[in-house]
């Protein structure tokens, strides 16, 4: 399975801290993603990050890929208590079709 | 850009009723839309791709006859819950790529519940 893990499952921080998820995943990859879920909602796309591209910044998220641990981390930095969500990582296989395989996710609370 | 729309949002109905979740791509065209079902604090779990014009692509584990999907236009696939019972409820989530090396965007998903 090419399932992902999030690391850590929960995360509970004041707002604004620094929030750091991890995610691994098993198997390689074209590119990986970076979704964000509200409680009940659909989900909602952050960032892209190519299998060649290591490191890659939008607003106050930070992405980096390390395609040699299959790994990836997303910081969100002076977080906001609207941050407050479940954060998913997301694969495709490398050379396969759309299909995206999602990690666990890491519900982040920040607390005013 | 990019959004997407899923109809209804919540479902209650009794045990051996059929029900119809809408997902349309409102602003693009898209060849291929995917459908996930995520049970409560879980992650998403692909069911089936969706191709337009064609027959959809089922995930193992997933019976096709139970979970009927039909993508005939570029811009709307449905998928119907056949005979749902109890063990159905779950939320199900659609999304629509612009295809290539581009992210795939949500519908904000229904809320299935079987009594």
């Known amino acids: 399975s090419q399932q992902g893990e999030e690391d850590p499952q929960a995360l509970s921080i004041q707002e604004g801290e620094n929030a750091t998820m991890n995610c691994s995943y098993k198997t390689s990859i074209n590119n990986l993603q970076w979704y964000r879920q509200n409680s009940g909602r659909g989900l909602v796309h952050l960032i892209l990050i190519r299998s060649n591209e290591r490191e890659k910044h939008s607003g106050r998220l930070r992405v980096t890929l390390d395609t040699s641990k299959k790994s990836s981390s997303l910081l969100i930095t002076a977080s906001r208590a609207a941050d407050t969500a479940s954060y998913f990582c997301a694969t495709d296989a490398w050379g396969g079709s759309e299909k995206l395989v999602f990690g666990k996710g890491t519900k982040l609370t920040v607390n005013p | 850009g990019a959004v997407v729309s899923q109809h209804p949002s919540w479902v209650i109905c009794k045990s051996g009723t059929s029900v119809k979740i809408e997902c349309r791509s409102l602003?693009?065209?898209?060849?291929?839309m995917f459908w996930y079902r995520q049970f409560p604090k879980q992650s998403l779990m692909l069911m089936a791709t969706?191709?337009?014009?064609?027959?959809?692509?089922?995930e193992q584990g997933v019976e096709k006859d139970k979970f009927l999907i039909n993508h005939a236009s570029l811009t709307l696939s449905t998928l119907t819950v056949t005979s749902a019972h109890p063990e159905d409820s779950s939320f199900y989530i659609c999304s629509a790529s612009l295809g290539g090396n581009q992210p795939q965007h949500f519908g904000d998903g229904t809320r299935l519940s079987i009594l």
């Open positions: 969706s191709n337009e014009g064609s027959k959809a692509t089922y």
């Open positions: 602003d693009f065209q898209a060849t291929t």
